[in-house]
Nanobody, 124 residues
Framework: QVQLVESGGGLVQAGGSLRLSCAAS????????MGWFRQAPGKEREFVAAISWSGGAPYYANSVKGRFTISRDNAKNTVYLQMNSLKPEDTAVYYC?????????????????WGQGTQVTVSS
């Protein structure tokens, strides 16, 4: 069992930056690939970024490529999402998710555990 807790969301102006964190419980964090997804009001949840258990092969949605960076610190059981050059269309609830023994998938169905989400609001 893995519990995930996101933090770092908030209100920021367009062009600004935020860093989201996702802290995981349990001693097997390094066995999980981690992903970030987001859901805007009235829209389906969508993939943002993912990273393998080792921290290699980060994978991004085209809409955030070049602006967002996913990273992880297995010693701290934490995965991060650095978000730069934020746009109003990035406004959403951001969720982290854990995929056991995965490489980091863009498919929500591959993930075993989810956090409760953190709100990111980008004003124009």
């Amino acid at each position: 069992q893995v519990q995930l807790v996101e933090s770092g969301g908030g209100l920021v102006q367009a062009g600004g930056s935020l860093r989201l964190s996702c802290a995981a419980s349990g001693r097997t964090f390094s066995s999980y690939a981690m992903g970030w997804f987001r859901q805007a009001p009235g829209k389906e949840r969508e993939f943002v970024a993912a990273i393998s258990w080792s921290g290699g092969a980060p994978y991004y949605a085209n809409s955030v490529k070049g602006r967002f960076t996913i990273s992880r610190d297995n010693a701290k059981n934490t995965v991060y999402l650095q978000m730069n050059s934020l746009k109003p269309e990035d406004t959403a609830v951001y969720y982290c998710a854990a995929e056991r023994y995965g490489l980091g998938s863009g498919n929500m169905d591959e993930y075993d555990y989810w956090g409760q989400g953190t709100q990111v609001t980008v004003s124009s």
